[in-house]
């Protein structure tokens, strides 16, 4: 009963580095004889949620993290850490087309089926709203989306198309593969789908 109440965070450890995406927060109380307290977390003046243990996500950066215990006799405890948070970018892979052996070839109106794939290093994989597809380095895309089947309408020559894939945090990734286009024939193939 002398001791006073006290809030110790656990995790993560004040210092520690950790991956952009959820992170889960959590402290240990010691408070005999005030009840049981209500834990509330923050960022600077940031609200990251209520309770132990919370989970939130941290923007990159450094920045202080504060855990207050307030009981219901109005003791109030706080413990204080420093965490760095660091983003790394999506990794992303063109599937098709595939240039390893040869150069695919399709005219200007053909439908091409493009497929690529994404992982997020700090957490599952990107949606199709954060992934795009560019021609010969372009900032407007020609398409979005893991897998979109549309026509390039490039002049004929050789191309490259870029997948990009970038996080919340504005961190991308980027994967390439060369085609050729050729001018439209008379004869022009059927476009298929599954």
Same mark, same amino acid.
């Given at each position: 009963?002398?001791?006073?109440?006290? &809030?110790?965070?656990?995790?993560?450890?004040?210092?520690?580095? &950790?991956?952009?995406?959820? !992170?889960?927060?959590?402290?240990?109380?010691?408070?005999?004889?005030?009840? !049981?307290? !209500?834990?509330?977390?923050?960022?600077?003046?940031?609200?990251?949620? @209520?309770?132990?243990?919370?989970?939130?996500?941290?923007?990159?950066?450094?920045?202080?993290?504060?855990?207050?215990? @307030?009981?219901?006799?109005?003791?109030?405890?706080?413990?204080?850490?420093?965490?760095?948070?660091?983003?790394?970018?999506?990794?992303?892979? &063109?599937?098709?087309?595939?240039?390893?052996?040869?150069?695919?070839?399709?005219?200007?109106?053909?439908?091409?089926?493009?497929?690529?794939?994404?992982?997020?290093?700090?957490?599952?994989?990107?949606?199709?709203?954060?992934?795009?597809?560019?021609?010969?380095?372009? @900032?407007?895309?020609?398409?979005?989306?893991?897998?979109?089947?549309?026509?390039?309408?490039?002049?004929?020559?050789?191309?490259?198309? !870029?997948?990009?894939?970038?996080?919340?945090?504005?961190?991308?990734? @980027?994967?390439?593969?060369?085609?050729?286009?050729?001018?439209?024939?008379?004869?022009?193939?059927?476009?298929?789908? &599954?």
């Amino acid at each position: 009963d002398a001791l006073p109440a006290v &809030i110790a965070i656990k995790a993560p450890a004040d210092g520690a580095t &950790i991956n952009a995406g959820p !992170t889960q927060f959590r402290a240990n109380v010691f408070a005999d004889g005030h009840g !049981t307290p !209500t834990i509330t977390w923050k960022r600077g003046t940031t609200n990251l949620g @209520t309770g132990s243990p919370v989970t939130a996500t941290l923007p990159p950066g450094t920045h202080d993290v504060t855990a207050t215990a @307030t009981w219901p006799d109005g003791t109030v405890a706080t413990d204080k850490i420093r965490v760095t948070v660091v983003n790394h970018a999506p990794t992303v892979h &063109i599937v098709s087309p595939n240039d390893d052996t040869t150069v695919p070839t399709y005219a200007q109106s053909e439908a091409i089926p493009f497929q690529g794939t994404s992982f997020e290093p700090d957490g599952g994989s990107l949606t199709n709203s954060q992934v795009s597809w560019r021609l010969d380095g372009a @900032t407007t895309p020609f398409a979005t989306g893991h897998n979109p089947t549309v026509p390039t309408n490039a002049a004929p020559g050789l191309h490259t198309v !870029t997948f990009r894939g970038c996080d919340a945090f504005g961190a991308c990734g @980027t994967d390439t593969v060369q085609i050729n286009i050729r001018a439209n024939g008379p004869n022009l193939p059927p476009s298929v789908q &599954i």
